[in-house]
């Protein structure tokens, strides 16, 4: 800063022409204060996960290549298999924070998921996107490949936001006391889980991520066997 300058030609006018060590101590004082107090302040502010967001981020993805299998009562199963589970900080305008009037540094948790189960490369993407929204607040991104098979159509993209609503299920003794119901019984497209079917309801447990998923036209049911 161009005022940098001064206080030090400033210091150096005032030692040369004043010989007292007093002084000399006094002027280098100052100009200390003065060059430290012109530094730039940081403030952007970090939107972090809390620790009760937590209850809210499936770390049973944390695992690369970690497997999940689910199976209906015709014992046809569907293999779900993380590809990646990234967590970081970024810089954000405020897209995430509700407003471009928030920027700052939000955290999020990046899952990829691939069904394993299906040879059909268009079909077997899923991701989950979970950002830090403001100071209390979570938004979920789901990304789901769709049929009709051979899985053509976009993405379906939904998201939902803390405070959540969810219910409990029981699956095989366990217990998921965090699921969210989606609906799509009156969609074109459904998301893609098994290609001899069209899931209308799914089931993601906010700590567990996917449990179940149903197509109701067929009353068949697929649910998670177990990690």
Known sequence: MSRHFYYIYLAKWFVYNNKSKIMEKLLLTFLFIALFSCQPVDNTKNYT??????????????APERKFL??????ETVELS??????KTEYSGGSFGGST???GNYE????????????????????????KVLDQSV???FENNTMPYPCNSFFILQDIQSPFEYSSMNIGGTTY????TFNYENNSDTPFFHKNYSFDKV?????????????????????????
């Open 49 to 62: 996960f809390s620790a009760g967001d937590y209850q809210y981020l499936p770390t049973v993805y944390d």
């Open 177 to 180: 006391d965090k699921v969210v």
């Open 203 to 227: 089931y993601y447990d906010l700590k567990n991520g996917f449990v179940g998923f149903d197509d109701t036209v067929n009353n068949v049911h697929f649910k998670l066997t177990g990690n």
């Open 82 to 87: 993380v590809v990646s589970f990234s967590q």
């Open 101 to 103: 009037s928030h920027p």
């Open 108 to 131: 999020s948790l990046i899952i990829e998921l691939s069904i394993t189960s299906e040879t059909n490369t268009n079909c077997i993407a899923k991701n989950i996107s979970i950002y």
């Open 70 to 75: 689910f199976k209906n009562e015709l014992n």
């Open 139 to 141: 938004k979920i991104f």
